[in-house]
Each structure stands twice: as C-alpha cells, then as structure tokens.
C-alpha cells in the first residue's frame, strides 16, 4: 500500500494572477462562514489551489494567518478531492481566531457542497459540527 505524502508543493498552488482571475470569474462558487470556496473545471488549473485573503480581514498578521489556516486545512484533504478541477480558497473575516480543526470542517462542508470529492473516497464526517 502506497503512503500518501501531504505535502503541497509549489507546483500545486496557482500563483499567476490571470489564473486567480479565472477561477474567480468563470468558477462555480459556495460561500461558507469562514471561507468561500471556488471551484473551476479548466485544464489550465486542475489539480491547484489557491488561497487568498482580502485587505477587509485585519492586519498582516491575521492575513497571514488565514492563508496558513486555508493551506493547512487544504493540505489535509487534498487526497480526497479531485483533481480535474481548480480551486481558490478565500478566508472571510472571523477565520483567522479559529482552530485548524473547525477551518478543515468548514472546507469539508464546502467540499460536500460543491460535489469535488474524488470518486474513491466518500466524505467522512469526522468533526464536523452543525
């Protein structure tokens, strides 16, 4: 049995603006409390992510923390979702005074949502709280 890494590379994150602008755009989008999550079906974006947050948020410092949460709750799903989408992760004010625990269940609630769960792996609901 292979041992899955959860690693993100840099090669797996959507760095160039034209492709945030995209996903932005054209992607299908389901808001959550703490996050809003699009998704967008373009070869030019499958298989990345990317993670923003706004000047609205706060200071450097609680901006910097919502991206590490998005990374960190992506990081732990990301082999369960699939891989012939794009997705951007944007973190709403209130995020960044969560828990990793709570940011992961949210994402797992915009990922049932929005159907990008992988074919194999049905959506555990693991900590999540209604």
Do not use: W
Request: charged share 30%.
């Amino acid at each position: 049995m292979e041992k899955k890494r959860y690693t993100l590379p840099r090669a797996k994150i959507i760095k160039r603006r034209s492709d945030f602008q995209n996903v932005y755009q054209n992607g299908a989008v389901v808001p959550g409390r703490g996050m809003i999550l699009y998704v967008l079906r373009d070869p030019r974006v499958a298989g990345k992510v990317g993670f923003a947050a706004g000047k609205k948020l706060g200071c450097a410092a609680v901006r910097s923390r919502t991206k590490r949460l998005l990374r960190e709750a992506y990081r732990h799903m990301q082999h369960e979702l699939r891989t012939d989408v794009g997705i951007l992760l944007i973190g709403r004010a209130g995020l960044a005074a969560c828990k990793m625990q709570d940011a992961v269940a949210e994402l797992r609630r915009l990922a049932r949502r929005a159907k990008i769960f992988g074919e194999g792996s049905a959506a555990p609901r693991t900590g999540e709280h209604r």
